[in-house]
C-alpha cells in the first residue's frame, strides 16, 4: 500500500508511536508552555444563564443523534447556548491548579479553544464570540453577519450560517505539546472529539440538530477569528440549529 505510506498521516502516526524500545530516547524539541486560558482582555463580556439541569436518558439521546443539515427558523436561547458550552468545555472543579472540565484532557492542559459566531440566538447580537470557561461567559470579538465569509470558508457549505449558531474549535498547540511535543497533536484531536460528543448529545436533548464540519479552508477560518493559523489554528466546527 504505498499510496498511504506517502500520506502525512500515516506518517505521523509511525511516527510518534511509543514503543519499549523508544520510550525514554525519544527525541524531542523543546517547546517553551504557555497560559492555560486565552483572554480578550477589554471586551465586551456576555454573562450566560445557569445551564439547564438536563434529566435525559443517554441511550435514547445516542440513538436519535444523526448529523442535521437542514434548520427550522426558531432561535436557539441563550440558556440552550450556555448548556451546550458548559457541557462541552465547561469547568466543574479546581484542583492542584487545575481546571477540570466536563471533558478528559491528556495531561488536564485543555488546548482547545472555543469561538462562535451566532446567526439566530434569541438575546445576543450576530457576531463571532469567544467562550472564556473560567467565568463562563462570552467575549465579543467582532458584531455583523459574517455568513457570506464563513459560507465561503466551508468550502460553499450553505447551510453552515443556516442554524441559530457555529461553534469553532482551534488548537493552541503549545499549551498541548510543551508537555507532549511530536506526539501531543493526536492528543489535541481526541480532545476536540471528546468535546464535540459531548456538545452534539447535549444540544440533541433540547431538540437541536447539528452538523460537525470538518471541510473548510484553515486560514480563511483564521482570518475571520483573528487566529495567527500558527500558534493557534482551527481544528473543527459544530452547526447548531433547532431541528425541524
Ligand atoms: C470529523 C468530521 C468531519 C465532518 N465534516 C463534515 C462536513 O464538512 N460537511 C458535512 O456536511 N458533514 C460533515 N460531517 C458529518 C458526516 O458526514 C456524518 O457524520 C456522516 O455522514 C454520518 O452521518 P450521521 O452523523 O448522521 O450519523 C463530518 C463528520 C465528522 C466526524
Redesign the pocket.
Known amino acids: 500500500m504505498p499510496g498511504l505510506k506517502n500520506s502525512l498521516g500515516w506518517q505521523y502516526i509511525q511516527k510518534t508511536k511509543f514503543s519499549r524500545h523508544n520510550i525514554y530516547s525519544l527525541k524531542r524539541p523543546m517547546i517553551a508552555p504557555c497560559g492555560v486560558f486565552k483572554i480578550y482582555q477589554n471586551s465586551e463580556m456576555i454573562s450566560l444563564p445557569e445551564p439547564i439541569k438536563l434529566n435525559v436518558e443517554l441511550c435514547s439521546l445516542i440513538n436519535n443523534?444523526?448529523?442535521h443539515?437542514e434548520f427550522n427558523k426558531q432561535a436557539i436561547n441563550l440558556e440552550e447556548l450556555s448548556t451546550i458550552l458548559w457541557a462541552g468545555y465547561g469547568i466543574r472543579e479546581k484542583k492542584m491548579g487545575f481546571y477540570f472540565r466536563n471533558v478528559p484532557s491528556a495531561g488536564a492542559l485543555y488546548p482547545i479553544e472555543i469561538y462562535l459566531i451566532s446567526f439566530n440566538i434569541d438575546t445576543i447580537e450576530r457576531g463571532i464570540y469567544h467562550y472564556f470557561p473560567r467565568d463562563h461567559v462570552l467575549e465579543l470579538i467582532k458584531r455583523g453577519d459574517f455568513s457570506k465569509e464563513l459560507t465561503q470558508a466551508?468550502?460553499g457549505?450553505g447551510?453552515v450560517s443556516k442554524g441559530g449558531v457555529i461553534i469553532i474549535m482551534s488548537a493552541v498547540f503549545r499549551r498541548n505539546m510543551a508537555k507532549y511535543s511530536h506526539r501531543g497533536l493526536r492528543y489535541i484531536l481526541l480532545d476536540a472529539g471528546h468535546i464535540a460528543q459531548n456538545m452534539i448529545l447535549v444540544g440533541e436533548s433540547m431538540s437541536i440538530g447539528s452538523?460537525?464540519?470538518?471541510?473548510?479552508f484553515d486560514d480563511e477560518v483564521n482570518q475571520l477569528l483573528g487566529l495567527d493559523g500558527e500558534e493557534e489554528s482551527v481544528v473543527?466546527m459544530l452547526v447548531f440549529g433547532k431541528k425541524v
Do not use: K
Open positions: 443523534r444523526r448529523s443539515r466551508s468550502l457549505q447551510f452538523c460537525p464540519i470538518g471541510a473548510f473543527y
